[in-house]
């Protein structure tokens, strides 16, 4: 199955069956279908702390919480469990 990134401006805007498919692809309680989107979604953005924060707030609108606290904490767990194993 291949994966077709779609930027999401606002979850608003989304229809139910559009928020269902963007948690499949934030990967639910998975970190990696969050890390994907989120450098998919990096040039959609001034910066990266401006793209974490916007996916951290899609996850949000989701799930009722949070993935991260904070762009560090997301930049030490991408940096322990996905960056090393290249």
Not at 70 to 77: D, E, H, K, L, T
């Amino acid at each position: 199955m291949s994966y077709t990134h779609h930027h999401v401006p606002d979850i608003n805007d989304l229809e139910d069956h559009e928020k269902f498919r963007l948690s499949t692809i934030l990967g639910g309680r998975s970190a990696h279908g969050f890390y994907n989107y989120y450098f998919n979604d990096l040039k959609y953005h001034r910066n990266q702390t401006e793209c974490f924060n916007h996916i951290n707030d899609l996850y949000f609108d989701i799930y009722g919480e949070y993935r991260y606290e904070s762009y560090q904490s997301f930049s030490n767990q991408y940096s322990k469990n996905f960056a090393r194993k290249k």
